[in-house]
C-alpha cells in the first residue's frame, strides 16, 4: 500500500491534538511504546505515525504514547518490561532480543545480505516469520521488523581501511555473542554497553570506536569523538516490535489485524526514510569533520574473508540449522533467485513519499 507522506510537524501537532481530545480520556485501550533511539530520528518518526494511524483507524479506541531514547531504559529492560506488561510494545534491536531468543542473532551473521531488497526479502518472508514466532514462548508477540540500517565502524585511534586496522582497539558492541564474535575475529577487544551509555563512554575514551548506523552516529553526536569512519556495512540490523503477549491475546480480533496491517504499512514507510536519511546522515558526517572511507570491491572482499570465521561460530549461537538456511538465502540470492521478488520491492518503494526534509531538520 502506498503512504502518503506525513511531515515531523504534522506528526506532533496530531499528537498534541490527540492528547487534548475526549477522545484520549475515552480511549479503552492505553499502551506505551518504547525505543532507544533519539526523538526525531526516522524510527521515532515511524512510531509516532503508527501511534497517530492506530488512534484514527481504531475511532480513537486504542491510545499509544511513544517513548523515545531510553525513557524507559535500555533495550534489555524495555524487552523485560514487555514481558512483564509494563511496556505494551517496544522496538528493539537484535543484539538485546537475542539474550531472550537467540536464534535472533542469525540476522547479524556478517555480509548476510548484499542490498536492502535481499534483506526485507529474509526479514519478510518465512525466514523472518518464523523467527518472530519463537517470541511467543517469550511471552511477547513478534509484529513485523523495522530498519535500524547497515551498521558501520567508527574510531578515534586511526583511519580504518583494512580488518587489520581494527587490531587491539576497544569497541563498543550491543550486548550479544554474535557481535562479541564479530569483533574478536578482526583481533579487536569486544566491549558489551548499552546504547544510552555509549557517546558518554566514547567522550571518556572508555573506548576507542564502536559500530552503528549513521543515523545513530550523527545523532548521539558521536563525530564529536570520532573522527574516523568506514562504510563497511558489515550488518543490516533490525528493529523488532513486540507486543506483550497477554495484551495481545486479549484485544479483538478486529484490532489485532488493524494492529498488523497498519505496522506493514509504517514498516515500508520507515524503511524508506531511513534509507534515504543514510546517505544524507553519511554526508552531514563529513561536514562535521569525520573522514568517512568507502571501500572498494577488493577491501570489502577483504572484510568478508576476516569475518567468514564466526559463520561457523556462529553455529553455538544460533543454531546450526538457521546458520545454513542464512547461507542457503545468500547464496541463492547471489544466483539470482529472488530476481522476481527484489523487483517487487524495488518498484513499490519509488511509489512511497517520506518527509526527509522535515526530519534531517531536526538535526544541524
Partial sequence: MVIKALTLAGTVAAISMFAAS???????????????????????????????????????????KVFPAS?????????????????????????????FAPEFQVLD???????????YIYLDGPQGSNLLKLLDRKGMHGVVYLENGWRNFTTSKNPIKGPGDMKGQKIRVMESPMYMGLIKTLSARPTPMAYSELPNALRQKVIDGQENPSVNIYSAR??????????????????????NGKVWKALPDSIR????????????????????????????????????????????????EATAPLW?????????????????FRTDFEAGKYKAE???????????????????????
Fill in 22 to 64: 475526549p477522545a484520549c480520556a475515552a480511549a479503552k485501550y492505553q499502551f506505551k511504546l518504547a525505543h532507544v533511539i533519539a526523538a526525531g530520528t526516522p524510527i521515532d518518526v515511524a512510531a509516532r505515525r503508527f501511534a497517530d494511524l492506530i488512534r484514527e483507524r481504531t475511532r480513537g479506541e486504542v491510545e499509544i
Fill in 71 to 99: 525513557q524507559l531504559g535500555a533495550e534489555r529492560a524495555m524487552i523485560e518490561g514487555v514481558q512483564l506488561g509494563t511496556i505494551e510494545m517496544s522496538f528493539t534491536t537484535t543484539g538485546a532480543i537475542g539474550g
Fill in 312 to 328: 561457523e561460530d556462529a553455529k553455538k549461537i544460533a543454531t546450526p540449522a538457521l546458520v545454513a538456511e542464512a547461507a542457503q
Fill in 109 to 119: 551473521l556478517p555480509f548476510l545480505f548484499q542490498s536492502y531488497e535481499a534483506a
Fill in 342 to 364: 527484489e523487483q517487487k520491492y524495488i518498484e513499490s518503494f519509488k511509489k512511497i513519499n517520506v518527509p526527509l526534509d522535515d526530519v534531517m531538520k531536526n538535526f544541524k
Fill in 222 to 243: 558521536m563525530y564529536e569523538s570520532q573522527p574516523y569512519m568506514i562504510k563497511d556495512q558489515h550488518t543490516y540490523n533490525v528493529f523488532i516490535f513486540k507486543v
Fill in 257 to 304: 489485524n488493524t494492529i498488523e496491517t497498519t505496522a506493514v504499512e509504517v514498516r515500508d514507510f520507515q524503511r524508506k526514510l531511513n534509507r534515504e536519511a543514510d546517505a544524507t546522515f553519511i554526508k552531514r558526517l563529513e561536514g562535521k569533520g569525520m573522514q568517512v572511507h568507502v571501500p572498494n570491491k577488493e577491501e570489502v572482499k577483504a572484510w568478508q
